[in-house]
């Protein structure tokens, strides 16, 4: 496979006396920088072959009749490889100019091929899952700092995309996230689809009413339409939402895209639209209050918020139930913090260029619990570090990102592995 003469490249795991297939000695004096873009597949490499020394681009193959397959020699863009790297070298090649292009074979040490071999086709959902707990530390805890990173600059795409679409308002994006994370998963792309579908700006207007945000939320999610009740509140909300729709030009969504199957009464979508009700209400401009923050216990409380009145006796309208508070959990705030509040305030920090707001949002999470979910615990049995949101973020980031797509040769633990003999 191309992946692992790549992998064998840049690691300089091949043997020392290199030769071109007109047997000309090389030396390779610098890898050159892995391209994951269109183009050569190492970019700015230096070799000696015989007395001259070489600066230019890498392209590596199976096999050198891979050239022509890819139509290399009709692009102009791999004009400045200056070698062609291949495992099986079974024909000349010629770049757009017409030039030949020195080739040299590489092998693969049988070790690497084998370890590769069995990652790859493990049969495990954790590829190393034997090994990881005989990691040594140092390199185990280096790999999760930057798994962290990757797993914040992930997030931060999508928040990157929120940013274009509301012309660079971090406050119209907050809202969007934060709704998106009040669905806690389950309807996560509902509650982000109820967001979008339902301007800040509208709810700003009517932020000093609770009553008139309920009836925005519930009439947006379209609660109010699929149902029949002869409940005072329900038919309040549904008579401010009328109002309400028209006012804005609002067009509802599908409550059916709302789930509650296999949802703790405390988590039903009502529930979860009626807190975010009550926490729109109490705080305005919640990003710039989370920017401005710099204590996670102060952050903490803004979210701390109880549903309304009617909420705090009824899990579904019209249906009473015995009082109870509706408050967030701590594991439900939790994941607001982790979700939200991290990552937007990491983005802010890069847009803005202030490492200050950025290693807040490191701090952040290395002061909250780690999350409790599947893949959590899995690692957890493996021995791998679990002390706060900042280790379970890199451990869900190495699970999705590497382990699922089999991605090993890029993974710190894996290359430890493949390296062994």
Not at 19 to 47: S, W
Not at 155 to 161: F, L, R
Not at 317 to 334: C, Q, T
Not at 349 to 357: C, Q, R, T
Request: net charge neutral; hydrophobic share 40%.
């Amino acid at each position: 496979m191309e992946e692992i003469l790549h992998y064998v490249w840049k690691f300089r795991l091949f043997q020392d006396n290199l030769k071109t297939t007109d047997g000309q000695p090389i030396e390779v004096l610098d890898v050159g920088l892995p391209n994951t873009n269109a183009g050569p597949d190492f970019f700015n490499a230096k070799v000696k072959i015989g007395d001259k020394t070489w600066a230019g681009n890498i392209e590596i193959h199976n096999s050198s009749d891979d050239w022509v397959k890819h139509k290399h020699h009709t692009d102009k863009g791999y004009n400045s490889v200056v070698l062609h790297v291949v495992e099986k070298a079974n024909c000349e090649v010629f770049n757009e100019l017409g030039n030949s292009i020195l080739q040299c074979e590489i092998v693969v040490p049988d070790h690497v091929r084998q370890n590769y071999e069995f990652l790859l086709h493990s049969n495990t959902d954790i590829p190393c899952c034997n090994y990881i707990g005989s990691m040594p530390s140092f390199h185990l805890n280096s790999w999760m700092n930057t798994l962290l990173i990757e797993r914040l600059e992930r997030k931060s795409n999508h928040i990157e995309e929120l940013l274009s679409r509301f012309g660079n308002s971090w406050e119209d994006v907050f809202y969007v996230l934060l709704s998106r994370n009040f669905g806690f998963g389950l309807n996560s792309d509902s509650f982000e689809r109820l967001a979008l579908s339902l301007p800040l700006k509208c709810i700003q207007k009517h932020r000093d009413n609770l009553i008139q945000i309920e009836a925005l939320l519930f009439g947006q999610s379209g609660m109010l339409s699929d149902l029949k009740s002869d409940d005072d509140y329900f038919l309040l909300l549904k008579k401010e939402y009328e109002f309400l729709k028209n006012k804005f030009e609002l067009k509802p969504l599908e409550s059916y895209i709302f789930k509650s199957l296999r949802s703790r009464p405390t988590a039903f979508p009502q529930i979860r639209i009626a807190q975010l009700a009550a926490l729109l209400h109490s705080s305005y401009g919640l990003f710039s209050k989370v920017v401005e923050n710099e204590d996670i216990g102060r952050i903490r409380l803004m979210f701390h918020v109880n549903a309304s009145e009617y909420w705090q006796m009824h899990y579904a309208f019209g249906v009473a139930s015995e009082r109870k508070s509706k408050y967030l959990g701590d594991s439900s705030l939790d994941i607001i913090l982790i979700n939200t509040v991290a990552p937007i305030l990491f983005l802010y920090g890069k847009s803005i260029d202030s490492e200050a707001h950025c290693e807040r949002a490191l701090r952040f999470l290395e002061t909250l619990k780690p999350e409790q979910n599947v893949i959590t615990k899995r690692f957890a049995k493996l021995k791998m570090p679990l002390n706060n949101a900042a280790d379970s973020q890199a451990i869900i980031q190495l699970k999705r990102e590497y382990c699922e797509p089999r991605k090993c040769l890029f993974c710190r633990i894996g290359h430890q592995l493949l390296v062994e003999k």
